[in-house]
């Protein structure tokens, strides 16, 4: 998810009228539904993995940590508030959520509460890094497969793309920008930083990247309301926009 400079800006890929229409199939929406919310689970796993293995967590789950923290709440609640205040940002930037957005705030949360609630904490090097390991690999399957799926981005991908809009700035410094702030605030909270952080920022691109043309549906449409795809030359920045 993290970004660095001396990369091309982000072009967009209009969706075709063709595309639409072959988008609206049964069998394509049952696919997509499909994809939506087991790529949305398998995320809440991902991420309760990491959380279990000790070893460092996602820009943004160091946030809700440090805030589960402090508050008493699980994980799974703190990041389904935070999700829907995000939202909430979208009002001002004119952001219009899909069924993927508002699934997104549910249903991550859930799974990853119902994950932390049966897997324990594990102990040893080898376990923390397998756990550690399979988190980031099932965290870019799940990328892959919710993406893919094509309902709309997330709260906190819609607030990038919204800023990204309002401002003018590119999506790399937007992104980056935010994903700072989190991960310091959330550190100074009391999330955790680690080894997995640094591994999840350098890999979570590529797998992106690589199951998202796996889990394509072909002919789907790009999104709710005319949204399109952003493709750029980094392949963590692949996410849909308006």
Do not use: C
């Not at 970004?3 to 639409?20: F, N, W």
């Not at 996602?58 to 205040?85: C, D, F, K, Y």
């Not at 102990?123 to 870019?140: D, E, F, H, K």
């Amino acid at each position: 998810m993290s970004t660095t400079s001396g990369t091309p800006e982000p072009v967009i890929r209009p969706v075709t009228a063709a595309a639409t229409v072959a988008g609206a199939t049964p069998r394509h929406l049952t696919r997509r539904l499909v994809q939506l919310y087991l790529g949305l689970a398998l995320y809440g796993i991902s991420s309760a993995l990491l959380v279990r293995s000790g070893l460092g967590l996602e820009p943004w789950n160091v946030l809700h940590q440090g805030l589960a923290e402090r508050t008493g709440l699980s994980m799974g609640v703190v990041l389904t508030i935070v999700g829907a205040a995000v939202l909430l940002l979208w009002i001002p930037l004119r952001q219009r959520p899909g069924l993927g957005t508002v699934s997104n705030v549910l249903v991550i949360g859930f799974a990853m509460d119902a994950t932390l609630w049966s897997v324990p904490d594990v102990r040893g090097a080898a376990a923390q890094v397998s756990l550690m390991a399979g988190g980031i690999v099932l965290n870019g399957v799940a990328t892959g497969l919710y993406i893919a799926a094509r309902f709309g981005p997330g709260p906190r991908d819609g607030l990038m793309t919204g800023l990204h809009r309002l401002t003018g700035r590119s999506l790399r410094l937007i992104r980056t920008t935010i994903e700072l702030t989190v991960v310091l605030t959330g550190f100074l909270l009391g999330g955790s930083l680690g080894i997995g952080t640094v591994l999840y920022a350098l890999a979570i691109g590529p797998l992106a990247q690589f199951f998202l043309r796996v889990f394509t549906v072909p002919g789907a449409p790009a999104g709710p309301a005319g949204s399109t795809v952003v493709a750029s030359g980094k392949p963590e920045q692949a996410i849909l926009r308006r």
